[in-house]
């Protein structure tokens, strides 16, 4: 079976107003997304998203012209080895770094996808896994900056719907971010969980101000208060307090990881299958962490394609930790795009679909109805 055709779909839609949220790298405006369709000789189709990286349009037409040439033709069967083609030829030397590690991760979930369909089982079966219950935190774009009354209502909402852990966006000022944290706690105590996400906007001084507040409250997490290639102040905030630091959803390839766990500063390992180097790699990275003994909890918020792809992905290997459930007020990648993979149970989980591949039937007529918007996503 040979791949036969590539094709990415960058795809957009605004934000309302009054469904916008406020982070540490901006409000957001608009929502983008790159959809990736492979096609086989064998007539199977397989989708996956490459994550739009601010550059929906580029990462987009770096898919459909080199790397579609570099693979069409190539054994639909042997993902590892297509891997490597677009690899070896494109993001290892002078290839447009991440960008480049963005679209093979599109086409890589794209053509795992495919090897479920081929097989006729579902995803995390081909994998190696068990379907099994997933525990899930509320996260994507939303429990931003905003009033303590208005936060704890949104964080309620997720609580009500059976979430029993929660990421609140941090990266204000301190002060603000401990009276959020604070009033959180405050309303649900230690029945749920409580996760947090600078955004990288965090400095080292301001880490060293809030993280005693974080300890007090046992914040499970404090994610990427810095930008990823800031080793230097990761390994210095490592050791202001016990809350453990989360980095990894910017951070690509198995070489990145291997750098990030070495370096020991790290605890918490969030891999994006849309953008770390897809699943092959993301297999790759969560071995590396078990040798290390460190957990997996992927990043995963924009379309139904990756989170179906991370549910699947949780359910093989045995460090997984947290699915991220998107709970943002709107996302029509989510909704309208696919039917919503990650919906919640009772007990806070979701579970793997059952369906070949991922499990999931896009709604071409979607690509149409979203143009991409160019600009910025964040202002």
Not at 73 to 95: C, F, N, T
């Amino acid at each position: 079976m040979r791949i036969a055709d590539v094709r990415a779909y960058p795809v957009s839609y605004p934000i309302a107003p009054q469904n916008r949220v406020a982070l540490g790298i901006g409000t957001a405006v608009k929502r983008d997304a790159v959809l990736v369709k492979v096609t086989t000789d064998a007539g199977l189709v397989g989708w996956g998203e490459a994550h739009h990286g601010r550059a929906h349009t580029a990462v987009a037409k770096l898919i459909d012209t080199t790397l579609k040439q570099l693979i069409v033709g190539s054994d639909a069967e042997d993902i590892p080895e297509v891997w490597e083609k677009m690899y070896r030829y494109q993001l290892a030397s002078h290839g447009m770094g991440a960008g480049a590690c963005l679209a093979i991760s599109g086409i890589d979930m794209a053509l795992w996808d495919i090897r479920g369909k081929a097989l006729a089982l579902p995803l995390y079966r081909v994998l190696g896994g068990t379907r099994k219950a997933i525990p899930a935190y509320a996260g994507g774009v939303s429990l931003g900056y905003q009033e303590k009354s208005r936060l704890i209502d949104e964080a309620r909402a997720s609580v009500d719907r059976g979430y029993k852990a929660i990421k609140l966006r941090v990266g204000d000022t301190v002060d603000k971010d401990v009276e959020r944290m604070r009033a959180v706690h405050a309303t649900f105590g230690k029945e749920l969980a409580i996760l947090t996400d600078a955004n990288i906007g965090y400095t080292l001084d301001q880490v060293r101000e809030v993280m005693p507040a974080m300890d007090e409250l046992e914040i499970g997490w404090l994610e990427e208060p810095f930008p990823a290639p800031d080793f230097r102040s990761y390994r210095a905030a490592a050791r202001l307090g016990r809350t453990p630091l989360a980095a990894g959803e910017n951070h690509y390839t198995r070489f990145e990881f291997d750098r990030l766990i070495e370096d020991g500063a790290v605890r918490i390992l969030q891999p994006d299958l849309s953008k770390s180097g897809g699943i092959t790699e993301g297999l790759r990275i969560a071995a590396l962490a078990a040798a290390a003994n460190l957990p997996i909890h992927p990043h995963s918020s924009m379309t139904g394609l990756n989170h179906a792809a991370t549910i699947h992905f949780l359910a093989a290997i045995g460090n997984g930790g947290y699915f991220e459930g998107d709970v943002s007020r709107s996302n029509k990648f989510r909704d309208e795009l696919v039917d919503n993979p990650g919906e919640i149970d009772a007990e806070g989980c979701v579970w793997p679909l059952e369906k070949p591949g991922l499990g999931l039937e896009v709604d071409e007529r979607f690509i149409g109805r979203h143009p991409p918007i160019e600009g910025p996503g964040y202002v």
